[in-house]
């Protein structure tokens, strides 16, 4: 019987905030490392949003073997602080739910909130869905 192919899809901006929240910083060498080894993950995917002075964090994660999907970010002020915004809920799912759909036996989703409930419904119902990592408590 053929190698099941197995790939994640991870939400950058949620694995982040998530990990510091715990007062941590994400190795991605390591996370890398742990999604090939704990769960035999193919194909790594990083939705993340494009900001132009973050080259070297992207360097960094595509020598980690992530593949990224940049998603265009806002920029905005609130409570007098700069933000910066890139929402990469709808590239995560069309990737998942379409893009990659036949390519892949499994999928891993990464993500710290409920924003994916409908993909992980879908994957689920489909069979698809190997599991969902939180990076929060």
């Known amino acids: 019987m053929a190698k099941s192919k197995i790939y994640a899809f991870i939400d950058s901006q949620n694995l982040n905030l998530g990990i510091r929240s715990l007062g941590w910083q994400v190795d ?3 996370l890398r490392l742990y ?16 900001v132009s002075n973050n080259q070297k964090l992207y360097t960094e994660l595509q020598a ?3 593949i990224l999907v940049f998603k265009p970010t806002v920029r905005y002020f609130e409570n007098g ?4 915004k890139g929402n990469v809920d709808a590239e995560l799912v069309l990737h998942a739910a379409a893009i990659e759909y036949a390519n892949y036996d499994k ?3 990464v ?3 409920g924003d994916f409930a409908c ?3 879908f994957l689920d119902d ?6 969902v990592l939180t990076p929060n408590s």
Not at 81 to 84: C, H, K, L, N
């Open 111 to 113: 993500t710290g909130d």
């Open 35 to 50: 999604l090939k080894n704990k769960y035999g993950v193919d194909q790594a995917f990083m939705f993340i949003g494009l």
């Open 126 to 131: 489909k069979n698809k869905l190997l599991h």
């Open 64 to 66: 980690a073997g992530f």
């Open 81 to 84: 602080q700069e933000t910066v």
């Open 107 to 109: 999928a891993i989703i």
């Open 119 to 121: 993909l992980v419904e």
């Open 28 to 30: 991605y060498k390591k």
